[in-house]
C-alpha cells in the first residue's frame, strides 16, 4: 500500500498549509503566529484536546480512537518541529518568508504539516484504540524545546508510551526513508574561549602578550585531542568555527575569542574532551602568558533509536514506499537533534525522509518539497493504526 487515498485525496490542502506557514517563520521558543495557524487548523480537523502554552509556543493535541473513553491508553506520541532559523531566504518561490532575516531552511514548516495531515486523517477515521498525542514544539534550533516539554511532564500528563518523529533529508531520493536502530545522532556541545593578552604596536611585539598567537596555539592544540588523546575507533568530531581578534594591521589586540562544536556518542568521551580542553586553555594561556577562559557548553545529548519500535518503524515505511526504498540500517552520523530528549523519556524512533535532489538544509535557497507530504502524513498514520490496532 502506498500512501494512504484519504490524504492523497487533501494533498493540496496540505501544500496550501505549507506555503502559508513558510511565510511566517519564527525562531526558537516565541512563534505566536506559528503556533496560532497550528491551533486553528487543530480545531478546524476536530482535535478531542488541545493543550497549548507548552514550552511557550509549544502543544499537545489529543485525538481518541474509535469507541475509546477519555484518558483511556495507550498513547503514542507524534512529534512535529515548527521552528525556523534566523537566515535570509533566496529561495524566490512566491510564497517566501514575511519576515525578513527568517525563513523555513530546515523544512520545519514541512513537518508541522505533515502531522497536521496525520491529524486530519485520525480525527476523521479513527481506526485505532486508545489516543494518539501530537507534539507540536518549538526551539528544535536553539534552546532545545523538546527538552523543555519533556521537563513540563508531557509524557507523564498525556501518558504517552513511545515517541516517533521524521525529519526531511534532501539530496536522498523522493519518499525514502533511512534510519537506523540505536545510537543515529550524536550529542552536541558548544564551546568558548575568551583570551585576554595586552596589545600594542604591531612592529613592537616585545612588548605585548599576544592573544593571537595563543589563539592560533589553542585552536592547533585542540586539534590533537581528536588526534592523540582519543581511542582511533570511537566517534569524536572537533571543530574549532570562530575565531575573532583584532581590528587593524598594525595593531596587536588585547582580546581573542575562540569557538566551536563538540560531537560525541559516548559520555566518556564527552568527559575526557571537557578535561583536556580545560588542561590546554590553562597550558596553552601559560605558555603565551596570557589568560584565558573556557565555558564549555553540554547541549543536545545522543539521539538513540529503540531498536524494537525502529523495527516497527522501518516497516510501517516500507508499507508506504516498499521495502526497498526503506534503509533501516543506516548507521550513525554527526549531526544533532533535541528529539533525543524525547527518546531519552520513552522508547521510539526517529526517521529521515527523502526530498530529493535540491538545496540542502540549513541553505537559503532550500525549500520544503511538497510532495513528501502525503508520504510523511501516511507514515504518521500508519503507525499509528498498527500500533494500537482496533481489536
Ligand atoms: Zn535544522
Ligand atoms: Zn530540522
Known sequence: MPVVNRIA?????MKGWRQA????????????????????????IGVDELHEGIATS???AIINGQGNAAGEGPTIGLRADMDALPIPEETGVDYASEHAGNMH?????????MLLGAAKYLAETRNFRGRVALIFQPAEEAIGGARIMVEEGIMERFGIGEVYALHNAPG??????????GPLMAAVDTFHVHIQGQGGHGAMPHET?????????????????VSRNHHSLEDLVISVTQIHTGTVDNVIPDTAYINGTVRTFNPKVQAMVMRRMQEIVAGQAASYGVTAELDYEV?????????????????????ISGSEKVEGEAGREMGAEDFAYMLNARPGSYLFLGQGQGAGLHHPKYDFNDEIAPIGASFFARLVERAQPLP
Not at 485525496?9 to 490542502?13: G, K, R, S
Not at 517563520?25 to 478546524?44: C, Q
Not at 530546515?106 to 504539516?113: E, N, P
Open 105 to 113: 531552511a530546515c523544512g520545519h514548516d514541512g513537518h508541522t504539516t
Open 209 to 225: 602578550r599576544d592573544p593571537v598567537m595563543a589563539a592560533c596555539g589553542i585552536a592547533q592544540a585542540m586539534q590533537t585531542i
Open 58 to 60: 509549544g502543544m499537545v
Open 172 to 181: 536522498l531520493p523522493v519518499g525514502h526513508f533511512l534510519t537506523t536502530p
Open 21 to 44: 506557514l513558510h511565510q511566517i517563520p519564527e525562531l526558537a521558543l516565541d512563534l505566536p503566529k506559528t503556533a496560532a495557524f497550528v491551533a486553528e487548523r487543530l480545531r478546524e
Open 299 to 319: 547541549g543536545y545529548p545522543a539521539t538513540v533509536n529503540d531498536a524494537e519500535k525502529t523495527r516497527f518503524a522501518v516497516d510501517v515505511a516500507g508499507e
Open 9 to 13: 485525496d487533501f494533498a493540496e490542502e
